[in-house]
């Protein structure tokens, strides 16, 4: 299994932009989290301009599709995402 970072970048306004999206995009996060696809996910807060979602799968389409699908990047609350993969030198996740 490898580990897969997604960056997000978020609107100008995120925090109020992400409200009437809130609920529906932490019920696709728990979702990919039950899988054991997800494993970390979080938004920076200062400044409320950027999270980080941490994956371990081996299948990137995986993680694309799971930004394809966020109710966050198609109502624009997320304006760019990108995908890295992730090479863990130290330490772990389980």
Do not use: C
């Amino acid at each position: 299994m490898g580990y897969y970072i997604l960056f997000y970048k978020t609107s100008e306004t995120y925090i109020k932009d992400r409200e009437p999206h809130r609920a529906l995009h932490l019920e696709h996060a728990k979702k990919a989290q039950e899988t054991g696809n997800l494993l970390l996910a979080g938004a920076l807060e200062e400044p409320a301009d950027q999270a980080m979602l941490i994956f371990k799968t081996d299948q990137r389409a995986q993680v694309e599709d799971f930004a394809k699908n966020d109710p966050y990047v198609l109502h624009g609350v997320v304006k760019h995402w990108a995908i890295s993969p992730w090479k863990v030198v130290m330490g772990s996740l389980k």
